[in-house]
C-alpha cells in the first residue's frame, strides 16, 4: 500500500517525442506536486496543484503540462521533449497548500532520459 | 526569498552525532522550517520540522536560534544507514517557489 506511487519508474525516449508520467496517492492529500532533481541533486518544484486549482512555477517551460482528473492523481505531459529534460521527475502530495508547515510525502521518481 | 545555503557535503563516522547547518537569512516570520532525507533512488522523507527553539523526535534535534536565521539538524550516534542526502526547506511567502536547497551529502564511514 504505497502512499505516493509514479510510473514509469525508468523512462528513455527520443528528443522531440511527447511522453506522460503519471502519479497516484492514496493519502486523501488535496494538494499534489511535480519537482524535477538534476544531475547535481537540486530539488525544484515545478507545479502545485490544489483541488484542481493549478499553480505554475513560471519558470518551466510550457512543454511541460500536468494534469489532474481527480484529486488523488495528477500527471506529467511533456511535449517534444529535449536533450535538457533528462532528470528525475518526483511527485508529492501534501494534506494542504503549505509548504510552511505540512508535510510532503515522495513518490519514488521516475528518471527520464532523452536520447 | 527564503533561499537555503547548507554544506555541500559531510564524513562522519559511525557512533558520532552530526551536525548539519542551514543558513536562511531572509527567512519570513510565519515560516517554518523543515528537513528532510533523501535516500540514492528515492524520493524524500520528512525527519523533523520546527519553527524555534528546539525541537526533537525519535530521529533527530533541530536547533533554531531566536533570530531564525538559522537552523541545524542534529543526528545523534550516526550509523551507515544515515548516509543519504539531508534537505533544508523554507517556506516561502510565495507557496510555490519554496526551496528544498541543494542539499548536503553526509556519508558516513565504519
Known amino acids: 500500500d504505497t502512499a505516493v506511487s509514479q510510473t514509469p519508474k525508468y523512462l528513455v525516449t527520443q528528443m522531440g517525442n511527447d511522453k506522460s508520467i503519471k502519479c497516484e496517492q492514496n493519502?486523501?492529500?488535496?494538494?499534489m506536486y511535480w519537482y524535477k532533481q538534476d544531475s547535481k541533486k537540486f530539488l525544484k518544484i515545478m507545479f502545485s496543484?490544489?483541488?484542481?486549482?493549478?499553480?505554475i512555477n513560471e519558470t518551466v517551460p510550457n512543454r511541460f503540462s500536468p494534469k489532474s482528473p481527480d484529486k488523488a492523481h495528477l500527471n506529467l505531459h511533456i511535449n517534444s521533449l529535449e536533450l535538457g529534460d533528462s532528470a528525475v521527475y518526483f511527485c508529492?502530495?501534501?494534506?494542504?497548500?503549505?509548504?510552511?508547515?505540512?508535510?510532503?510525502?515522495f513518490g519514488p521518481g521516475t528518471r527520464l532520459t532523452v536520447l | 526569498l527564503a533561499k537555503t545555503t547548507q554544506p555541500i557535503s559531510m564524513d562522519s563516522y559511525e557512533g558520532q552525532e552530526v551536525n548539519i547547518t542551514c543558513s536562511h537569512n531572509?527567512?519570513?516570520?510565519?515560516?517554518?522550517i523543515t528537513w528532510y532525507q533523501q535516500f540514492p533512488s528515492q524520493g524524500p522523507r520528512f525527519i523533523i520540522q520546527g519553527y524555534k527553539t528546539k525541537v526533537t523526535n525519535e530521529v533527530a534535534s533541530l536547533f533554531i536560534p531566536a533570530d531564525r536565521k538559522s537552523s541545524t539538524l542534529s543526528l545523534p550516534r550516526v550509523s551507515l544507514s544515515d548516509t543519504a542526502v539531508y534537505y533544508c526547506?523554507?517556506?516561502?511567502?510565495?507557496?510555490?517557489?519554496?526551496?528544498f536547497g541543494s542539499g548536503t551529502k553526509l556519508n558516513v564511514k565504519p
Open positions: 493519502l486523501g492529500h488535496d494538494t
Open positions: 526547506l523554507v517556506g516561502d511567502i510565495d507557496f510555490n517557489k519554496f526551496y
Open positions: 508529492a502530495s501534501s494534506q494542504v497548500f503549505s509548504s510552511r508547515t505540512d508535510t510532503q510525502y
Open positions: 496543484y490544489n483541488n484542481k486549482e493549478l499553480i
Open positions: 531572509n527567512i519570513a516570520t510565519n515560516d517554518y
